[in-house]
């Protein structure tokens, strides 16, 4: 669901536009089958984004997470050059295509690496590898073939079912990727990445409010209320040289 917004871009509508008013969709109980799983396909069904996902050809429901998050911040415009890092199952990737129509705009560009296959997509550049390998730097230089204005990452490893763990974990992909953001942003770029609830660690935190106009902890409507993720949003990049204050 959508509504035009100033300049005839479309705006995902907040969560209550997506309220699933009339999903009541009941799942019986099946042999075999544990009740976790029931539960779980009773969700999925009564979802609005599950639902509305399937009508726009999405993924999955996490392409919202970012239309919701560019809603607010507009960091995907026409003609800018996009890194998706974690980009499986391509939702975010789908998303940073039509909002920044690299087709149609001969600068615009949209890279997308995963360590997990994920389909072709039209509009993008995707990569099968894994992120923490020794050569995927140079092989997203080699790709990029210059400076990009946006590096998304929803990197994120299995969970464990411990917080304490799963927390570290998150947070060393979320390092790597603002490492290797200061390296490929250009100067006003945007670094958005999937944390934990307690947000980003205070040293990383004081490193991209040292190179960042503004750094900001979101959790977009889109994100399920009992999911301890959040997004951090760290936008008009100053570069590594330039002495700065903290914001």
């Known amino acids: 669901m959508s509504e035009r917004g100033k300049g005839g ?3 995902t509508r907040a969560e209550g536009g997506l309220s699933g008013r009339g999903l009541h969709t009941k799942v019986k109980s099946a042999k075999g089958r544990k009740l976790s799983s029931t539960l779980w396909l009773q969700r999925q069904l009564n979802d609005p984004y599950v639902v509305e996902a399937k009508k726009r050809g999405y993924p999955s429901r996490a392409a919202f997470k970012l239309l919701e998050l560019d809603d607010k911040f507009h960091f995907l415009k026409p003609g800018k050059r996009i890194l998706d890092l974690g980009a499986a199952p391509g939702g975010w990737t789908m998303v940073a295509i039509e909002r920044t ?5 001969a600068k615009g560009l949209v890279v997308a690496l995963d360590i997990n296959e994920m389909e072709p997509i039209t509009g ?8 923490l390998d020794e050569e995927a730097p140079d ?3 080699e790709t990029l073939g210059g400076k990009v204005d946006v590096v998304l990452s929803d990197m994120a490893s299995p969970a464990t079912g411990h917080p304490a763990t799963d927390h570290i974990r998150i947070m060393a ?16 770029g945007t670094f958005i990445a999937k ?3 307690g947000g980003t660690e205070n040293e990383m935190l004081r490193a991209m409010k040292k190179h960042f106009k503004t750094v900001r902890h979101v959790k977009p409507p889109a ?3 009992d999911s301890a993720e959040m997004y951090v949003v760290a936008t008009g990049y100053r570069g590594l040289a330039e002495p700065t204050s903290s914001v």
């Open 173 to 188: 992909l979320c390092e790597a990727a603002l490492e290797f953001a200061f390296e490929i942003l250009n100067p006003e």
């Open 195 to 197: 944390v934990l609830q």
């Open 9 to 11: 871009r479309n705006k």
């Open 101 to 105: 129509k690299p087709e149609s705009n």
């Open 223 to 225: 994100s399920r209320a």
């Open 124 to 131: 993008a550049t995707v990569l099968l590898h894994d992120f």
């Open 139 to 141: 092989l997203l230089k």
